[in-house]
């Protein structure tokens, strides 16, 4: 058996003893929910708990909290976000609660990413739905100061229009960094490490509002955990390779040349958000090999075989461009 959490082997089907005590304090918890998903549950039982909408506005979610009896949805004090197979128009949808648990464990277990707890878990009637546990709650579940880089910026649908979450530049993102964070040294290579991430894992709707700080109890703030990752261009292969641009004054001369972002591109952000010339190098080295621990993890999700294939080869072709490099105007 594998774990529904970190994939790894385990003896029963479920959750092994590390990702219970992660993600449930060490309870024991049933990988299948006490109830039916929304798509088969006829009664009243999902009104009026839909929380926030994401992942290109289709993909639903709900608030959930740990009784007892096991987890229960919840419109106050919620500890987790439940979010079923979304419905809409882009492809392969009933992959997407795979994609992102696969991605965000890409992330924790290869790149080292803190990552709030989460895992894969089904409703009654066998969906599968992405569980993670909430990072901005404390345990007598008060609320951890957090805010997104939109509202840092104070930038709203009211002042920039329906897209002010593509409106800035991940370079500006840099900038408020520097200007909020007191640790920015830190925090920015923090930062320009999830931009590789993103861009070599194919997470094309990584804008504004999937960026935040959250206080820490010394009363600074940091870069958050990451959240909402996942290979978007599974569900929509036309979907931009990034959902902001690298450079708030446009594209360079090897982007305009090749028509995507390359090992330059990346090495002059690195150098504009301050980050140290050998660092930046050797970030981005980081994300240049073609990973015999990433392919283990893609085979052991809980993608559908030809989505696994899929996803690698998005993958692998990111690494291939992020070994283009530019000189003298030459690829």
């Known amino acids: 058996m594998i774990c529904y959490g970190c994939f790894k082997e385990h003896e029963q089907e479920g959750y092994c003893k590390k990702c219970l005590k992660e993600l449930f304090n060490g309870k024991k918890v049933s990988h299948i929910l006490p109830f039916n998903s929304p798509a088969k549950e006829d009664s009243t039982l999902y009104t009026d708990l839909t929380t926030k909408m994401s992942i290109s506005g289709v993909q639903v979610k709900y608030s959930v909290r740990l009784e007892e009896g096991g987890l229960v949805l919840t419109e106050k004090g919620g500890q987790y976000i439940l979010k079923p197979i979304p419905v809409g128009q882009f492809k392969n949808l009933d992959q997407a609660p795979a994609n992102e648990h696969l991605t965000m464990q890409l992330a924790k ?167 140290i010339d050998s660092r930046v190098v050797r970030i981005i080295d980081e994300f240049r090999g073609e990973s015999s621990e990433v392919e283990d993890l893609v085979s052991r999700s809980f993608l559908k075989d030809d989505i696994k294939k899929l996803y690698s080869e998005f993958q692998l072709d990111k690494v291939k461009r992020l070994k283009m490099e530019w000189a003298d105007g030459n690829i």
Request: net charge negative; charged share 20%; aromatic share 16%.
């Open 109 to 275: 277990q290869i790149f080292k990413f803190s990552t709030p707890p989460n895992a894969i878990i089904y409703f009654q009637d066998g969906s599968p739905a992405y569980l993670v546990k909430r990072f901005d709650v404390n345990p007598d579940g008060s609320k951890i100061q957090q805010e997104d880089f939109a509202q840092i910026a104070q930038v709203t649908e009211e002042t920039h229009g329906k897209n002010y979450k593509y409106d800035l530049s991940y370079e500006e993102i840099g900038l408020l960094i520097k200007q909020h964070i007191p640790t920015y040294k830190i925090e920015m290579e923090k930062f320009f490490r999830l931009l590789l991430f993103n861009y070599v894992f194919s997470n094309g709707d990584a804008h504004v509002k999937n960026f935040s700080a959250i206080q820490t109890d010394m009363g600074d703030y940091v870069l958050s955990p990451v959240y909402d990752l996942l290979c978007t261009c599974i569900h929509s292969p036309s979907e931009s390779d990034t959902a902001l641009t690298l450079f708030k004054d446009g594209f360079s001369e090897a982007y305009n040349a090749q028509g995507f972002y390359t090992h330059f591109d990346f090495l002059s952000l690195g150098k504009k958000l301050g980050i």
